[in-house]
């Protein structure tokens, strides 16, 4: 007998068990938290996926506003290629998001004095 797949905190993913039954179709049961500064911030220091909450690899995906993607910096967690395309066809998804892949990104937790005041990620090596 083969158990779920389990995420790095240990946590079953729900993504990845619907995978995992080969259920066509699977939810992103964590993209309803990509806005939420705590789940953002766990994605990126234990750098699972801010929508299946599994262990990051490479490609790392962004979804951004055109804005964003001119900053180079990001609001959404970091994401699998996969889950960021699905997150982007979810209805209630913003149409303008762009998505960006990079190697590598940096976490950048606010300052009292910046006037962007959520963490936000920045990519190193855009591909």
Known sequence: MTSTPRNR???RSALAA???????????TQASRVH???????CALARICG?????????????GTPDE???????????????????????GADPTWQL????????VRPATEDLDREPRFEPNSLL
């Open 69 to 91: 993607v001119a900053r180079n910096a990001f609001h959404l967690p970091p994401m699998h290629t996969a889950c960021a395309e699905e997150l982007r066809r979810t209805p």
């Open 100 to 107: 960006v892949t990079t190697a590598g990104f940096e976490f």
């Open 51 to 63: 929508g299946c909450a599994m262990s990051l690899g490479r490609p790392i995906a962004f979804l």
């Open 36 to 42: 939420e500064r705590h789940w953002v911030t766990q």
């Open 18 to 28: 619907a995978r995992f039954r080969g259920d066509p179709g699977h939810a992103l």
């Open 9 to 11: 905190t240990g946590g």
